[in-house]
């Protein structure tokens, strides 16, 4: 079993960006992390990085934190798993996870 730390990312203004809510297909040429705040950061176990997404998913919209006052997990959400040797960033797609970190770096490189 892997202990993972995480942080939820939700849209700032969701209603101000136009890809809130859409599939990555569509979400990824518009998308920046500027427009996302951490809503949500802690540890959670699992086996895989798949099996602690779609724990994460039906914690943040079954079982909130008594702490948590984001919305419901949904699709544009963004989560970035932590381990030793690194992270990975994945976007919440209409079914399952869209894994992103290469996007997120490519992106970077881009802007500098």
Known sequence: MNNYAYCLF???H??????????WDYAKDKFDLNDYEGVYYSHIDAETEIEALNKL????????PIDFTGH???????????RN?????YYCDSFGWEKIT???????LKNE
Do not use: P, T
Request: with cysteine; hydrophobic share 40%.
């Open 57 to 64: 998913f039906e914690k943040f919209n079954i079982d909130h």
């Open 10 to 12: 939700q849209l700032k």
């Open 85 to 89: 040797d690194g992270c990975d960033w």
């Open 14 to 23: 969701s209603r101000e960006v136009d890809y809130a809510w859409m599939r």
């Open 72 to 82: 419901s997990m949904s699709v544009s959400d963004v989560i970035c798993l932590i």
């Open 102 to 108: 290469k996007a997120l770096a490519e992106r970077r």
